[in-house]
């Protein structure tokens, strides 16, 4: 059983920076592709970051690259999500997600296994 607990949202005014966490509780942690998803009020959850088991390779969606950075601190099951310049438009709840990878470098697409989620809110 796989369980993911996001931390570190709030309500932010535009141009300030945030720091998500999500800690998973499972063993061999650095065996497992991860990613954040955030879901805008009345919108599907999307795609904004991603990171290879191995914390080698990340991939991020176009609407943030140069703002958002995703790393994870594998000794600590932690994945992290800093994000900067925040935007109002970046508001939502974002969603930890993971998935066990055979491949340490590679970065997946998608994900089985989801936390509850936390709320970042920016305002203008």
């Known amino acids: 059983q796989v369980q993911l607990v996001e931390s570190g949202g709030g309500l932010v005014q535009a141009g300030d920076s945030l720091s998500l966490s999500c800690v998973a509780s499972?063993?061999?942690?650095?065996?497992?592709?991860m990613a954040w998803f955030p879901q805008a009020p009345g919108k599907e959850r999307e795609f904004v970051a991603a990171i290879s088991p191995s914390g080698r390779n990340t991939d991020y969606a176009n609407s943030v690259k140069g703002r958002f950075t995703i790393s994870r601190e594998n000794a600590k099951n932690t994945m992290y999500l800093q994000m900067d310049s925040l935007k109002p438009e970046d508001t939502g709840v974002y969603y930890c997600?993971?998935?066990?990878?055979?491949?340490?470098?590679?970065?997946?697409?998608?994900?089985?296994?989801w936390g509850q989620g936390t709320q970042v809110t920016v305002f203008s």
């Open positions: 499972v063993s061999m942690f650095s065996m497992y592709a």
């Open positions: 997600a993971a998935d066990p990878s055979a491949f340490a470098h590679v970065v997946r697409i998608n994900y089985n296994y």
